[in-house]
């Protein structure tokens, strides 16, 4: 049986990271096999890849940032997601494709229907069964990131809003399977949304 695919996408800082690991506990105290993996990176090309996209030193074009991203999706999809939905677990990705139409595309600006045939190349067509998009106002980013940033949480406010109004349009394109929960509510509040979705999607997957 073909496993399940879970996506969270959303602005830095939103909590991605924090409602991966509790829904991957979730699933495996319910007797799920699950891979979580992280995109840009997940894989031993894709991580190098990672460590030059986010390094504050680099400047890097719009366009080579794409590719960039691109490039180490396409190593995850096929080293990663793909062997592991074949073998019926469940993945969760802490974000994926959309990440780039909402930030190259929205954020930057580069034509969201090119970045689209990009992310096909890059993704083998592979779409998210549910994608959990936690909506943050993008004033609260300065809030949530503390310290030190890497070269794409120094973007301003502007950015992260239009990477915002990105990912409302993206979610407004497929409503059947995404969830576009509030980032602002208590973290055990999400996790409860959560899980009633996936519980929903998973059927006899890990019984
Ligand atoms: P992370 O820190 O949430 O793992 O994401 C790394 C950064 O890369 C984050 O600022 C969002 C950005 N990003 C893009 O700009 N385009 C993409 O396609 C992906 C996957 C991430």
Redesign the pocket.
Known sequence: MRGIFIVFEG??GAG??TQVKMLAEALVRRGCRVEVC????GTKMGERI?KI??DPAESITPPA??LL??A??AQLAAEVIQPALRRGKVVIG????D??L???GF?RGLPVDLLRRVNKLADGELAPDLTVLLDLPPEMVNERLAGRR????K?AVAFFER?RQGYLTLAGEKPESCLILDARRPLEEIRQQVLGKVENLLGSLCK
């Open positions: 602005i830095d991605k990271s992280r995109d840009p990176g990672r996209l986010l940032e794409a991203y691109a180490s999706r802490d974000r994926f494709s990440s780039t909402a930030y190259q954020g890497d070269r794409l949480e973007e990477v």
